[in-house]
C-alpha cells in the first residue's frame, strides 16, 4: 500500500491489484499538534486525565482552543462513563489572555469532569 497527499485529496494505492482509493480531505491546525478535522462543524475536544484519582477532564468547543493543564487532544477515553460535574467558561482561544483583550474571538469552553464507574478514589 502507497499513501500520497496532494493539495487536499489523498489517495492509497495498493500496488498488487492496482487499485487507487482517494478521498478529499480538510485540515484544521492547532498551535499544539495537527489536527484532522472530518467534519466542519465538528466539536473540538482536549482531555487530561488523572490515574491517581480515576478521574478524566474534558474540555470541548466550538472551535480549537487551548486550556492550562488539559493538552491531549480528543475526547476522554470511554472507561470514564460517570460525569461529576459540568461547567461552561468563557475563554480566549490561547487559555491565557484575559477576555477583555479577546472579545472579538472568545469562545465558550464546556469542561466536565468524569470518573469511573464503580472506583471509589481513597482520600
Given at each position: 500500500?502507497?499513501?500520497?497527499?496532494?493539495?487536499?485529496?489523498?489517495?492509497?494505492?495498493?500496488?498488487?491489484?492496482?487499485?487507487?482509493?482517494?478521498?478529499?480531505v480538510d485540515y484544521a491546525y492547532s498551535s499544539k499538534q495537527n489536527v484532522l478535522a472530518t467534519e466542519p462543524n465538528a466539536e473540538y475536544c482536549?482531555?487530561?486525565?488523572?490515574?491517581?484519582?480515576?478521574?478524566?477532564?474534558?474540555?470541548?468547543?466550538?472551535?480549537?482552543?487551548?486550556?492550562?493543564?488539559?493538552?491531549?487532544?480528543?475526547?476522554?477515553?470511554?472507561?470514564?462513563?460517570?460525569?461529576?460535574?459540568?461547567?461552561?467558561?468563557?475563554q480566549c482561544p490561547d487559555g491565557v489572555t484575559n477576555l477583555r483583550y479577546c472579545q472579538s474571538t472568545a469562545l465558550n469552553v464546556t469542561i466536565a469532569t468524569k470518573g469511573e464507574a464503580g472506583v471509589i478514589a481513597m482520600v
Open positions: 500500500m502507497l499513501r500520497s497527499l496532494v493539495g487536499s485529496e489523498m489517495c492509497i494505492r495498493d500496488r498488487s491489484k492496482a487499485d487507487y482509493l482517494c478521498i478529499d482536549l482531555h487530561q486525565e488523572d490515574v491517581e484519582d480515576h478521574k478524566c477532564f474534558e474540555a470541548c468547543g466550538a472551535s480549537p482552543f487551548q486550556s492550562k493543564g488539559i493538552t491531549v487532544y480528543g475526547k476522554c477515553p470511554s472507561k470514564y462513563s460517570t460525569v461529576d460535574k459540568v461547567v461552561t467558561e468563557e
